[in-house]
């Protein structure tokens, strides 16, 4: 298995310029997540799944946009980049299983650069 | 106040010591989980406690539901376990320690 892939890993945007960040995981899992890591800071949410279909905001979702029409993928969109969004972005996935959070399996993360 | 609580925020330790991470939060939980993330950026799930103690070669989480208090330890201590240690949990949203950068001198 491969886990929980990301691409790409690094990019510098314009601001004003948008972009995917892809996400892919090949363990059935039916929770995925996007983070994002501002330097020296901790993890902050911006969306969840919880299966296909089926997403909502977490902590920081403004300026982002997600959709997640097959369980493998969940793509991160980013429209109209601004300096605030250059951080790391981590995409992961879990299985909920009971109302309990699982462990969480992360992708290596995609360097974002908004100049 | 914050939700959730990490101690400290930096340690500084020599090789072979034994190291005490605390994550001390304020509300009712069902499970804690313990991440660390590596100097290079990658993140790896350690621990999910939902009672008692867990040991996985050198690390031991433990967790203290009544007393809303968590720690992670490190047995002989090595240069490779360098790396930010964040705790966090999954109530109606997902809550994440600062995390503790700790620092093993060789």
Same mark, same amino acid.
């Given at each position: 298995n491969a886990g929980v892939t990301q691409t790409p890993k690094f990019r510098i945007l314009k601001i004003g310029q948008s972009m995917? =960040?892809?996400?892919?995981? /090949?363990?059935?899992?039916?929770?995925?997540?996007? @983070?994002?890591? /501002?330097?020296?800071?901790?993890?902050?949410?911006? @969306?969840?799944?919880?299966?296909?279909g089926i997403t909502d905001k977490g902590e920081v979702p403004n300026g982002y946009n997600v959709s997640r029409s097959t369980t493998e993928d969940f793509p991160l969109r980013l429209e109209l980049a601004a300096p605030s969004q250059t951080s790391v972005y981590f995409c992961a996935s879990s299985y909920l299983g009971q109302g309990v959070y699982n462990e969480q399996f992360f992708g290596p993360g995609t360097r974002l650069t908004v100049l | 106040?914050?939700?959730?609580?990490?101690?400290?925020?930096? =340690?500084? &330790?020599?090789?072979?010591?034994?190291?005490?991470?605390?994550?001390?939060?304020?509300?009712?939980?069902?499970? =804690?989980?313990?991440?660390?993330?590596?100097?290079? *950026?990658?993140?790896?799930?350690?621990?999910?406690?939902?009672?008692?103690?867990?040991?996985?070669?050198?690390?031991?989480?433990?967790?203290?539901?009544?007393?809303?208090?968590?720690? =992670?330890?490190?047995? &002989?201590?090595?240069?490779? /376990?360098? &790396?930010? @240690?964040?705790?966090?949990? *999954?109530?109606?949203?997902?809550?994440? *320690?600062?995390g503790t950068r700790l620092t093993i001198i060789p």
């Open positions: 995917t =960040l892809q996400c892919t995981q /090949d363990m059935n899992h039916n929770y995925m997540y996007w @983070y994002r890591q /501002d330097p020296g800071m901790g993890l902050k949410l911006i @969306y969840y799944s919880v299966g296909a | 106040k914050n939700e959730v609580e990490q101690s400290p925020q930096n =340690l500084t &330790a020599q090789e072979g010591e034994f190291i005490t991470i605390n994550c001390s939060y304020s509300v009712g939980i069902s499970a =804690l989980h313990w991440l660390q993330q590596h100097p290079g *950026g990658g993140i790896v799930s350690l621990f999910m406690l939902s009672s008692g103690k867990k040991k996985h070669g050198r690390l031991i989480a433990t967790i203290n539901i009544q007393e809303k208090h968590s720690s =992670l330890h490190i047995t &002989a201590s090595h240069p490779r /376990d360098s &790396a930010v @240690y964040i705790c966090f949990f *999954g109530n109606e949203k997902l809550t994440f *320690g600062t």
